[in-house]
């Protein structure tokens, strides 16, 4: 089980870039990583081309683990995923062998010639057979390629997340009559003083029965309770609403 | 009115990559900037982090415009958008006279300290008053800075397009009841001989009546419609479904 915790989401095609198709992988993939105590630290949305699936690639290697690319894995003229990684990485694109058996199983004697693009990965790349679907994840170094389609996406996600597994999170909210430049000074002791917690502050605006959220946050439960017992200290009783 | 078309977004928030908040402004920039015929091609969606949001910024500047930023700015010790863009840029923070004075009037003698937090900017900014806000947009360069709240970010958005409008763009699409891999030759072909044109291929699972729909795009109606035409000479008129 590798030992990282903070992860990349790069989601790859121009139909999201178009709002053709709202994209909800990116939403899946934190949520699912974060049960799993994952933190993903970036989402970077391009287009289905290659120099910026390399671009995309190249910020994020080496930085984040695990890396998931959500789209452009197919047949297809704009299923670019393969090559962009590949070329993000300096590696050459190659035919997997294995892949190759796999994609010839499927389609048999029918298939025609393109089907043969689907076994392309980036050299060095290994399969991970997550799910029931026929078709594996490919893997290079700490990259997952994923397919874009949502369903797909979603069966392949929890087991990549089973492989680096970290502490859970702990999350305590407070909820606020006053607004956040009344605030500002607690919150800038709460975040000095307890620099092991993350402190959020969000305003809401229109119907909601509070003006500002509050949210402390750690991989631990001590210091999020000790954080959490300094703010109210420190905040006027009459503006908290309530804390969950 | 600049003659740029291609833009970026810069989302920037914790709470949108813990899922405390889905992110709406990504989508709804798409939206109104395409009907301006503005297209966007990268969204970055970043914590808050002052390195981050620089690396962010360096990674779109002079190349995209507009680039616009969402979430970040406010009075609080996590709204860290104007000196993540300003260090970005590699410009110094400066309280902008024009901005403290709005400041100072809206919030009058009961004005806290922390408050002309909302003063700064990234050196040589402008302000770019574009609705009933009291508060801003702060311009600098082609970027603009947004807050994160969606009815205050909806807001600013369609005057920041007013002044970047395009062409409009021409979209055809066409439903098809064969899978990708069938197909793939004939894109191939469409993709190659029609290189104005964008060709999107987005297969469907589950319950949808269509197996493959493919959209056709550019920002005049000629090439689209040749491109169909050809599109439409080349399919087994047995499976195309609909064309619209």
Redesign the interface.
């Known amino acids: 089980m590798a030992n990282f915790h903070r992860a990349a989401a790069i989601v790859i095609g121009?139909?999201i870039?178009?709002?053709?198709?709202?994209d909800t992988n990116?939403?899946f993939l934190?949520?699912r990583f974060?049960a799993r105590g994952i933190?993903?630290?970036?989402?970077?949305?391009?287009?289905?081309d290659v120099e910026?699936i390399a671009?995309a690639v190249g910020?994020c290697r080496g930085r984040y683990a695990p890396i998931v690319t959500s789209g452009g894995i197919?047949?297809?003229?704009?299923d670019l995923t393969v090559e962009g990684v590949a070329r993000g990485m300096g590696k050459a694109v190659v035919i997997h062998p294995e892949l190759e058996a796999r994609v010839r199983a499927h389609?048999g004697a029918s298939?025609?010639?393109?089907?043969l693009?689907?076994a392309r990965v980036p050299e060095g790349a290994t399969l991970l057979q997550t799910s029931e679907t026929w078709f594996p994840v490919i893997r290079v170094e700490e990259i997952y390629l994923l397919p874009g389609?949502p369903?797909?996406f979603e069966l392949h996600v929890a087991a990549i997340a089973d492989r680096y597994q970290g502490a859970p999170f702990h999350l305590r909210c407070v909820y606020l009559s006053a607004g956040?430049?009344?605030?500002?000074?607690v919150?800038?002791r709460i975040?000095r003083d307890h620099p092991a917690v993350?402190?959020?502050?969000?305003?809401r605006?229109?119907d909601a029965p509070y003006r500002v959220k509050l949210?402390l946050?750690a991989r631990a439960a001590e210091p999020v309770e000790k954080a959490l017992a300094d703010l109210l200290g420190r905040l006027d009783p009459g503006v908290v609403l309530e804390v969950e």
């Open positions: 121009d139909e870039l178009s709002v053709k198709v709202r990116g939403p934190i949520d974060r933190h993903l630290d970036r989402i970077l949305v391009v287009r289905d910026e671009w910020a197919g047949p297809t003229h704009d389609y298939m025609p010639p393109e089907a693009r689907l389609i369903k797909l956040e430049t009344a605030i500002a000074s919150l800038d975040a993350a402190l959020g502050s969000y305003p605006m229109g949210t946050e």
